[in-house]
């Protein structure tokens, strides 16, 4: 994993929790929910192509 893809999740996270808590402060919280919930789609979908060279690297070291 590269640490560029560390420091992007890292940033999408800072920038997450800010939008939380103003949204929260100003009595938004369902859209406070809602952005977290983006927050997190999107740092998954950025993990899932990273996942799949795990496992393609698995199955070549074991063969299967």
């Known amino acids: 994993m590269d640490v560029d893809m560390i420091f992007k999740i890292a940033a999408i996270g800072i ?27 999107v740092a998954l979908m950025m993990i899932i192509g990273q996942i799949d060279n795990l496992f393609d690297t698995i199955k070549s070291v074991f063969g299967l």
Do not use: K
């Open 15 to 41: 920038i997450v929790a800010v939008l939380n808590q103003l949204l929260v402060r100003s009595g938004r919280e369902e859209q406070a929910l809602l952005t977290t919930l983006a927050g997190l789609i």
